[in-house]
Nanobody, 128 residues
Framework: QLHLVESAGGLVQPGGSLRLSCAAS????????IGWFRQAPGKEREGVSC????????YYSDSVKGRFTISVDNAKNTVYLQMNSLKPEDTAVYYC?????????????????????WGQGTQVTVSS
């Protein structure tokens, strides 16, 4: 059975940093595009950042570019999201998702309805 398990999020002050991890079991990440998505209250789920470990292609949404960094450790079958310079508008439930590759890394990250597997989500709150 395929599982994605995110690490705990938390409460962070504006300008602070947090690293999320997502461990996969039941499949190997190098056969998928894997990424981070988030959903704020009253908003649709959006792709934040995605990566394909087989060609190391990455995508970042404009709202996080320059602040967030995605990485993957194939030996640990784990994907990470390093979040720096956090802002209150980053507050959301963050989900890890895996996509059977079908297009560009941007497309696979933007079209959230095509994500094949989801983690359970973890709350990140940025507030003073």
């Amino acid at each position: 059975q395929l599982h994605l398990v995110e690490s705990a999020g938390g409460l962070v002050q504006p300008g602070g940093s947090l690293r999320l991890s997502c461990a996969a079991s039941g499949f190997t990440l190098d056969h998928y595009a894997i990424g981070w998505f988030r959903q704020a209250p009253g908003k649709e789920r959006e792709g934040v950042s995605c990566i394909r470990s087989d060609d190391v292609s990455t995508y970042y949404s404009d709202s996080v570019k320059g602040r967030f960094t995605i990485s993957v450790d194939n030996a640990k079958n784990t994907v990470y999201l390093q979040m720096n310079s956090l802002k209150p508008e980053d507050t959301a439930v963050y989900y890890c998702g895996a996509v059977v590759p079908w297009g560009t890394i941007q497309a696979m990250c933007v079209f959230t309805r095509d994500v094949d597997y989801w983690g359970q989500g973890t709350q990140v709150t940025v507030s003073s």
